[in-house]
């Protein structure tokens, strides 16, 4: 997932797709598999396919030493399916697994995630064919997961600068603990209570674009409940619009360049910002750029403002509420301290 460098890659991706599927359109034959070879990605050759006489798209990778798991260990989503298949090919040693489109799943989102996962494919940094797979899968996953929640378009503003700010976080923890904990810790694309799950607690992100006054607003009672999980903190993170920033996918990608080396984890940081919402095929869309202006943390106690179960009165279930971050009377914590007493370092 390289964005905007990659827009003429999308393009060559998506042009050679389509013309072979429509290519195979044109063949009757028995049923069985027609497929035709349009490139490799490392070792593993790709290649575009018809099942007939079902005669939807497929698209099909070949694995020559990778544990395929079984069929029934595989994702399957809404308007696709995944399996193993046995084709003719030029590659007869190789294992073959087949992204199929159901009859009732739409083609452009078939398409777009085929063209999706070949370019994830082959931007693959390492040789290792075990994590090629995995990486497969897990990006397979992930647009699972989209299609479930039926995620469409490009983020809203608010969560655009959302999603900025967790980057933010993350590319300051890249810099105190191992990429690996960092990376795994991000857990807000993953429906977590908090944003980031570090240590023995945790730290929710909130940002703002405001010159003034810092609105943050808290979705749940839990959000900011310290009985359930000590210690929390709040990190605030305030960007400034301008021309010399970055763009929110250019902030991902500033991230991904300094996973690089390590694939495993690039290909789990990936993961989670298509759970975000940020992903190729929209990264064209996003024109505003920010700087971070002001970051600052603070740590949830007994002072803070908040609303949490034990204080609402009995009875209410559900509430959501807003807290000024610059009118609140709470001593700010260095971001090394907080980690410190989270225990991450």
Same mark, same amino acid.
């Given at each position: 997932?390289?964005?905007?460098?990659?827009?003429?890659?999308?393009? $060559?991706?998506?042009?050679?797709?389509?013309?072979?599927?429509?290519?195979?359109?044109?063949?009757?034959?028995?049923?069985?598999?027609?497929?035709?070879?349009?490139? $490799?990605?490392?070792?593993?050759?790709?290649?575009?396919?018809?099942?007939?006489?079902? $005669?939807?798209?497929?698209?099909?990778?070949?694995?020559?030493?990778?544990?395929?798991?079984?069929?029934?260990?595989?994702?399957?989503?809404?308007?696709?399916?995944?399996?193993?298949?046995?084709?003719?090919?030029?590659?007869?040693?190789?294992?073959?697994?087949?992204?199929?489109?159901?009859?009732?799943?739409?083609?452009?989102?078939?398409?777009?995630?085929?063209?999706?996962?070949?370019?994830?494919?082959?931007?693959?940094?390492?040789?290792?064919?075990?994590?090629?797979?995995?990486?497969?899968?897990?990006?397979?996953?992930?647009?699972?997961?989209?299609?479930?929640?039926?995620?469409?378009?490009?983020?809203?503003?608010?969560?655009?600068?959302?999603?900025?700010?967790?980057?933010?976080?993350?590319?300051?923890?890249?810099?105190?603990?191992?990429?690996?904990?960092?990376?795994?810790?991000?857990?807000?694309?993953?429906?977590?209570?908090?944003?980031?799950?570090?240590?023995?607690?945790?730290?929710?992100?909130?940002?703002?674009?405001?010159?003034?006054?810092?609105?943050?607003?808290?979705?749940?009672?839990?959000?900011?409940?310290?009985?359930?999980?000590?210690?929390?903190?709040?990190?605030?993170?305030?960007?400034?619009?301008?021309?010399?920033?970055?763009?929110?996918?250019?902030?991902?990608?500033?991230?991904?360049?300094?996973?690089?080396?390590?694939?495993?984890?690039?290909?789990?940081?990936?993961?989670?910002?298509?759970?975000?919402?940020?992903?190729?095929?929209?990264?064209?869309?996003?024109?505003?750029?920010?700087?971070?202006?002001?970051?600052?943390?603070?740590?949830?106690?007994?002072?803070?403002?908040?609303?949490?179960?034990?204080?609402?009165?009995?009875?209410?279930?559900?509430?959501?509420?807003?807290?000024?971050?610059?009118?609140?009377?709470?001593?700010?914590?260095?971001?090394?301290?907080?980690?410190?007493?989270?225990?991450?370092?």
């Amino acid at each position: 997932m390289f964005f905007g460098s990659r827009n003429m890659a999308i393009r $060559n991706n998506l042009d050679e797709i389509q013309f072979a599927w429509r290519a195979l359109g044109e063949i009757t034959d028995s049923p069985g598999w027609n497929t035709i070879h349009i490139g $490799n990605a490392g070792q593993c050759p790709i290649r575009a396919g018809r099942y007939f006489p079902v $005669n939807t798209e497929a698209l099909l990778v070949g694995f020559l030493s990778a544990q395929i798991p079984l069929d029934a260990q595989l994702p399957r989503g809404q308007g696709f399916s995944v399996s193993t298949v046995s084709i003719p090919s030029d590659s007869p040693s190789h294992h073959w697994i087949a992204l199929s489109r159901q009859d009732n799943g739409s083609l452009d989102l078939f398409t777009t995630m085929a063209v999706d996962l070949i370019g994830m494919l082959r931007s693959f940094v390492g040789s290792d064919e075990n994590q090629r797979l995995q990486a497969f899968l897990t990006r397979i996953r992930a647009w699972q997961d989209f299609m479930r929640r039926g995620v469409k378009g490009v983020l809203g503003s608010e969560a655009e600068t959302g999603l900025f700010g967790e980057l933010i976080f993350l590319q300051k923890l890249l810099g105190k603990v191992p990429v690996s904990i960092a990376v795994d810790a991000w857990q807000g694309p993953l429906g977590g209570v908090q944003d980031f799950t570090l240590g023995t607690g945790a730290v929710e992100v909130k940002t703002t674009v405001q010159l003034h006054d810092f609105p943050a607003t808290i979705g749940t009672l839990d959000q900011l409940d310290d009985t359930h999980i000590q210690p929390l903190f709040i990190a605030a993170v305030r960007l400034s619009p301008d021309a010399s920033g970055l763009t929110l996918p250019e902030q991902a990608l500033a991230l991904r360049s300094q996973l690089a080396c390590e694939p495993t984890i690039l290909s789990i940081f990936d993961a989670r910002l298509f759970h975000a919402g940020l992903f190729d095929a929209n990264a064209g869309q996003y024109f505003r750029r920010f700087l971070l202006s002001e970051f600052r943390v603070f740590r949830i106690s007994d002072e803070f403002p908040r609303l949490i179960r034990v204080t609402v009165p009995v009875g209410i279930k559900k509430a959501g509420y807003q807290i000024d971050l610059d009118r609140i009377h709470s001593p700010e914590i260095d971001l090394h301290h907080a980690l410190q007493q989270l225990g991450a370092i």
